[in-house]
């Protein structure tokens, strides 16, 4: 989407590896956010950054940790992959609430 | 313990009759509601959102309505289109304004 670019889109990886996802904002918003999407679970928020170096949990943190050095970036980070995690993962990032997040275009991780 | 649920994980309309996608809530500390929609393949997109001091928000083809007495959501389309058929989710947002919790997702599919 227009702003916030995701990489990379696609990656397989084997388990107990360590990943690193990129996600990359113009739009110089405070707040960025990593979900993740599975089948009847919706979208489920790992972590969230609400500026420079200042991040938080979200639902589903376990196994993850985030990094956010500058503005226009937010990386995800699995430190020892497992097949659980084998996912879409999805960053977004949010200005006014009222005109809601604006979404990358995701990274499909399999870990196989 | 899902805090925004869509109990309909499909819904399936003729082409040119009303979509109805439903939602519950259960967190009373949500007071934004918000409606995305995805393709395949690609980020969710915001479609159309509600405060908590409304009952009704129009945009289009689209309108949202709230109960909050019954802690209950809906989003209306009409007439529907081929091109609606995608999945769609709601969102909500408590006052803090920090994260927007989703629910499962509803896979509508505007038949021809």
């Known amino acids: 989407d227009a702003g916030i670019t995701q990489s990379p889109r696609h990656k397989v990886t084997e388990t107990g590896t360590p990943v690193t996802l990129r996600c990359h904002q113009t739009e110089n918003h405070r707040y960025m956010y990593w979900y993740r999407q599975d089948p009847g679970h919706g979208l489920r928020l790992i972590h969230y950054s609400y500026g420079v170096k200042d991040t938080d949990k979200g639902e589903v943190s376990d196994g993850y940790s985030v990094s956010r050095s500058k503005t226009e970036d937010f990386l995800l980070t699995l430190e020892s992959a497992t097949s659980s995690q084998t996912s879409v993962y999805f960053c977004?990032?949010?200005?006014?609430?009222?005109?809601?997040?604006?979404f990358g275009s995701g990274t499909r991780l399999t870990v196989v | 313990d899902q805090q925004v649920k869509q109990n309909s994980p499909s819904l399936s309309v003729q082409e040119g009759r009303i979509s109805i996608l439903n939602c519950d809530y259960t967190?009373?500390?949500?007071?934004?509601f918000l409606w995305y929609k995805k393709y395949p393949a690609e980020g969710p997109t915001f479609l159309i959102s509600?405060?908590?001091?409304?009952d009704k928000n129009e945009d289009g083809r689209f309108t949202v309505f709230l109960n909050k007495s019954a802690k209950h959501l809906s989003l209306h389309i009409v007439p529907s289109q081929p091109g609606d058929s995608a999945v769609y989710f709601c969102a909500a947002n408590d006052n803090a304004g920090n994260m927007l919790t989703f629910g499962g997702g509803t896979r509508l599919m505007v038949k021809t």
């Open positions: 967190n009373s500390m949500f007071d934004y």
């Open positions: 509600i405060s908590s001091i409304k």
């Open positions: 977004a990032i949010r200005g006014r609430i009222v005109d809601g997040y604006t």
